[in-house]
């Protein structure tokens, strides 16, 4: 599954006569959501939409070492929407394609240690790159874009769980310099991929408005 998926679910949408939504909200782990619903019954409906907008950038300083660390979050899904109950409560599955990573890079002065040994970063880089996968299944629950008369504007909200698991790679100068090996570059690796391994979901939200027609 790929990106276009979300673009035929868009069009297949689109081109239906049936009352639309298309909706508009604030979350995480995009800033803000837009996005293109289709009612399809009282119990089904359809939906795409993207999320992004978060780009964080941030420089910091500890025991000397200087540090840029940053963070950004881009998602496009494609949902079916089940109202058991036939009214707006939803549950929701679907997949998202994702661009979510964080990447920190140590440059130049202090000390730091790598699998447990300390070294002089004068001069030398060591970078972190933290990435969820490209593509992931989502499971949430929501309310709006049930079938309905009604015209105009409207709310909706979603929660869910988009399931995956988080990378980390490295990269540094430390081993060409030889002032550690790379299976000490590796053993620190591995211990950050450790402490990323109970981190299976990454929680999702947005609420906001509709507008149906």
Do not use: C
């Not at 689109?14 to 508009?24: K, P, R, T």
């Not at 800033?31 to 399809?40: E, W």
């Not at 540090?67 to 998602?75: D, E, L, Q, T």
């Amino acid at each position: 599954m790929n990106k276009q998926l979300a673009i035929i679910v868009l069009a297949a949408l689109g081109a239906s006569a049936q009352a639309q939504d298309s909706y508009i909200g604030l979350g995480l782990p995009g800033v803000f959501t837009l996005g293109y619903a289709q009612p399809l019954s009282p119990s089904w409906g359809l939906r795409a939409d993207y999320a992004g907008g978060l780009n964080i950038s941030k420089d910091g300083n500890q025991d000397g070492v200087n540090a840029v660390g940053s963070f950004k979050a881009n998602r496009l899904g494609a949902y079916a929407d089940w109202f058991p109950f036939g009214g707006g409560f939803r549950l929701v599955g679907g997949v998202t394609f994702n661009d979510i990573k964080a990447e920190l890079n140590a440059v130049g002065g202090g000390t730091t240690t790598i699998n447990n040994i300390p070294v002089d970063m004068t001069g030398q880089n060591f970078s972190v790159a933290i990435k969820f996968p490209a593509t992931s299944p989502y499971v949430g629950i929501g309310y709006g874009h049930h079938k309905s008369d009604s015209k105009g504007m409207g709310f909706y909200a979603d929660f869910g769980l988009m399931v995956g698991s988080f990378t980390a790679t490295t990269t540094t100068s430390l081993v060409t310099n030889n002032l550690v090996t790379q299976a000490d570059v590796d053993a620190q690796t591995q211990k950050m991929r450790d402490s990323l391994g109970s981190l299976t979901v990454l929680p999702s939200a947005s609420i906001g408005l509709l507008y149906r027609y």
